[in-house]
């Protein structure tokens, strides 16, 4: 049932933009697997075979600690609400950190009316593989809304609050790994 491809097509890109979430997986070495749900508010197809999304301040920075150690990376998509279809784009992540000329030449393509609030980083995944499925057993579910919750937790701390936590908090991966975001 599974369908390889050599890139994302036409209607690969119009099936994630269906989407209100997607799931991103990541792995380097003997680490952990981490696997994170996400809104696909901030999700950008760059090209053929390059996705991206901004990364909002979290508890942790496991993709940013993978990208480092040169792990791998996968996102996943599958619809809830239409024919069943699970969408797999596997590659290699990269990490451009608040500060950084691609990060800001990055918001200022895809975020003209300013940075959202708690952005910590940018996540590209350059590509190497395409895959479907039939996602037959994906359960039906109806998306309510957006949480509120995280912008909320970010203004409330403010930009210093965010820059603290993210020096306590995102420094490092669960395994002890660096993410790089001291080196920013």
């Not at 959202?116 to 579910?141: K, M, N, Y």
Request: charged share 25%.
């Amino acid at each position: 049932m599974a369908k390889q491809f050599e890139r994302i097509e036409p209607a690969h890109r119009e099936m994630m933009g269906r989407q209100a979430i997607f799931f991103v997986g990541s792995s380097a070495g003997d680490s952990r697997v981490n696997i994170s749900p996400r809104s696909t508010t901030h999700f950008h197809v760059l090209g053929d075979l390059s996705v991206a999304y901004l990364d909002l301040t979290g508890s942790g920075s496991e993709t940013a600690a993978h990208a480092k150690a040169g792990g791998r990376a996968t996102v996943m998509f599958c619809t809830f609400d239409s024919a069943p279809q699970i969408l797999r784009l596997y590659g290699r992540p990269r990490i451009d950190f608040r500060g950084s000329e691609a990060y800001a030449a990055f918001l200022a393509e895809h975020y003209p009316n300013g940075e959202p609030v708690g952005a910590r980083q940018v996540v590209t995944i350059d590509l190497d593989l395409v895959q479907t499925s039939c996602g037959f057993a994906v359960p039906l579910f109806e998306h309510v809304g957006e949480r509120p919750v995280l912008d909320r937790w970010a203004e409330a701390k403010g930009e210093e609050g965010l820059v603290a936590y993210r020096r306590e908090k995102n420094t490092v991966s669960i395994d002890g790994l660096p993410t790089g975001l001291d080196e920013a």
